[in-house]
């Protein structure tokens, strides 16, 4: 079982429409967790951390649930340059290597 | 200012051939990590330094493959005897301290034939 999983999509959403993203994770210890974004062919990007008190940044909305283990991703208003992979992360035991989820594909469509 | 870089973007090699994968870290950064990502994967952590010393390795995948970071800075990342399952994109990423942001630079897709 891997450590971080998320459902991989494709998500195919209209512009406007509101879309959420799950992703669940297998150690307890894990510290920390994040939201990275990764266009096509490109590197990730650090699109938000997540507090177990849940933090918003404009249209996206982040939530922790430690005891469910269980993170997401809430995106607003969808935007035709939401469409990317959306990665669920957290960082590893040993507090040092991030660990990926396989990513779930978002395409907002006008 | 500057993000990591890497050379080269694409890499081409045959089975069996030996690769050396540059990464250039932010400056200031003392922490550098390798991943490798696999099409339709997240990115896999290979290896972690701090400073020159390689500080966790456990995500090589064999001893065919090696990492250096000798002055604390640049790192490279070899490959010994290259295997068509080594075709990946690698990506390096660097962050101020060990538990500081990770940025990743634009990454070394490399193709064995």
């Known amino acids: 079982r891997k450590e971080v999983e998320q459902d991989p999509g494709p998500f195919n959403v209209p512009e406007g429409a509101t879309v959420a993203f799950n992703c669940t994770y297998s150690n307890s210890a894990s510290q920390s967790f994040f939201w990275y974004r990764q266009d096509c062919r490109k590197e990730p990007k650090l699109l938000m951390s997540v507090y177990s008190s849940g933090n918003e940044d404009g249209r996206f909305t982040a939530q922790l649930n430690r005891a469910s283990q269980y993170i997401s991703l809430l995106i607003r208003d969808s935007k035709l340059s939401d469409s990317a992979t959306y990665l669920c992360v957290s960082f590893g035991e040993a507090g040092t290597a991030l660990i990926f989820g396989k990513g779930t594909t978002l395409s907002v469509s006008s | 200012g500057a993000g990591v870089s890497q050379t080269p973007s694409n890499k081409v090699t045959e089975k069996g051939k030996y690769v050396e994968l540059r990464c250039d870290p932010i400056s200031g950064h003392t922490a550098l990590y390798w991943y490798r990502q696999s099409l339709g994967q997240g990115p896999e952590f290979l290896i972690y330094?701090?400073?020159?010393?390689?500080?966790?390795d456990s995500g090589l995948p064999n001893d065919r493959f090696f990492a250096v970071r000798p002055e604390g800075s640049v790192s490279t990342l070899k490959i010994q005897r290259t295997e068509r399952g080594d075709s990946a994109v690698y990506l390096c990423?660097?962050?101020?301290?060990?538990?500081?942001?990770?940025?990743f630079g634009p990454g070394t897709r490399l193709t064995v034939l």
């Open positions: 330094f701090q400073g020159t010393g390689a500080a966790d």
């Open positions: 990423a660097s962050s101020l301290g060990p538990k500081d942001t990770q940025y």
